[in-house]
């Protein structure tokens, strides 16, 4: 959600002489900010389910669309006493990053606001460059934190009740390790020519590869001038986001997996016409009906893709701009490549294309469906 | 499968001196490669199944999964029948083609090779100008072909049997038309100031429009140079495709259409919980087994075209020119733009590159999964 950060600062990146008289003047708004990505974090329909009192009816049905992944039936029962417990632990994990800070020499204002934005993915940094005038131990501590608050609360959940087995055995925490793993080791080899060393250039990879899978938005590196290769991981990654039940966007690791596993399947059972084989996810089997939602998903997300860049595309913008700005709404990343770029912003899109940017930041946050039932006005009728 | 031209034929674009000897030397190869256009229109896997006897087992699995969209279940059963019908549709369409630009005043051996290339859409031109240097009625005859191709062959069974009505009715075929129409008017709108005349620009918008939407690949404008709203428009009708039971290739409109109303249906269902309603296509319910095939298409072929712009990023060209040169084989239209725009080739990518191309243009050919089918070694296996 940090596209707009130049046009809602009001203040460009022309230096840092400025940045002084900035902090001096926006301390509340600042704070405020990053206290909005740490009440949004967690998410504005479980918060909205823990203050008003069930009645039953339509906003559950809201509620069924909002839940990512295939661990919704295991939530929707007891909405409240989860919610309570996660908040628990999302309290604890950013208490803990901005010890880690404070611990790290950063001022404890810069401490606050960035764990409130690693918290919630929510990315505003409280400097115009962004992330890239801390200290390397610093930028550390977020890339942990930012990975951290991107992995499926299940697993934390399941470590606070003493079962950790369980928790290590979750194949959607594995597969986002995997792919952090594998996305930043392409990138540090594809631009360790860039950097003085070997280090930096690892150290930039992983802060840029965290930040963008968990969707959070802040940066340490201009990656728009990176080599094609990294920008095109950067970019997927955008695409998949971090794990369901975290505070990430994007469509998911989990949804990625059970989508490749169905794929698998269907090609065993083209063969074996006969077999009665189900897709599974941590030893349990996908419902059919769960499968069925991960496809309308899907099928929702790339045709609100295709449909907004399109939209958007009436300014004359080049594609890489066109696309990436979609991408960077759509999974509520932050900045895109080329002309809205780590170092620039969206102000020059046309108030038609803010508008349609707008919709689609809010649609990725509300995982897609609730935005399109919102819409529709038999929702908000009760049911007899 | 184009997308090799200037590679397969040695010529570079850099006049049209050379062109007269180029066609002295090689027409019998523009005459052969034309005829592959049109043989391998209707499809390898139809072919083989009318010339090799049906052994049961394996390859019927091949072909099921290889009839695109909806009607698969009607054309299966009597495969060979059908499949002469469907012949003699296509041999009696193309040579209206080739007499309807004879009677325009083509050269026979262009008639012939355009007529094969926009039957088969397969979209190699003789010229290195492509289409450019015809007349405008010749253009538009290739413009009515192209579309004409592009429907969805039960819709001239349908039409040979005199059941007219049910043909009208066909949903696939008035969607195709309605976006060919929509398409053609908003390019021909935004591209208007380029042209001298509102006739010149209806005419360059409408046979790109076709040329792309059919995934034929003929060109009579370098549509690289228009506005970024038609090149996003061709770019998304690139991955739309023409119908189903075409020669066309492309994700095809009836799997779009079955796609968006049962996105609908899903939000109505989320809101009318206990209701039964089905997805229906020609009045017809979609069975869930047919859904289920559908969005594994989906899902792999996004999987597809994500890992192959991953993999050919490694050579460092723009992100617009890799997303369309992906588009541009794994849809089997030809040209894409930017470095690989109508204008240029796809030379410049490394072997590697290439491979990953020539993979993508072979598995949008074959509907990706038997492509996949083929790779998994239990297929050849006789079932007991």
Redesign the interface.
Known sequence: MDAVFETVSGFTTTGSSILTDVEALCHASLFWRSFTHWIGGMGVLVFLLMLIPSRGG?HM?LM??ESPGYKVSKFVPQVKNNARTLYRIYLGMTLITIAALLIARMHWFDAVCLSFGAAGTGGFAILNSSCASYTSAQQWILTIAMVAFGVNFSFYYLMLIRRPKDALKMEEVRGYIAIILASGTAITINIAHLYSSIGTAIKHAFFQVATIITTTGFATADFDKW???S???L??LM?CGACAGSTGGGIKVSRLIV??K??FL??YQ????RSVKKVRMDGAPVG?RT???L??F???Y??IF?VS??LI????????T???AVAATLNNIGPG??VVGPTSNFSMYSYFSKIILIFDMLAGRLEI?PM??ML?P??WRRHS
């Open positions: 339509s049905n069924k669309a080599p094609s290769f920008k095109t991981i970019f997927l695409i989508a490749v169905s794929m269907e090609l083209l063969v074996h016409p059919s499968l069925r939602s496809y309308i899907l099928t929702t790339f045709l295709a860049i399109l595309s009436v300014d004359g913008f080049d594609f890489e066109n696309m990436s490549f080329s469906l399109l039932i529709y038999k929702t």
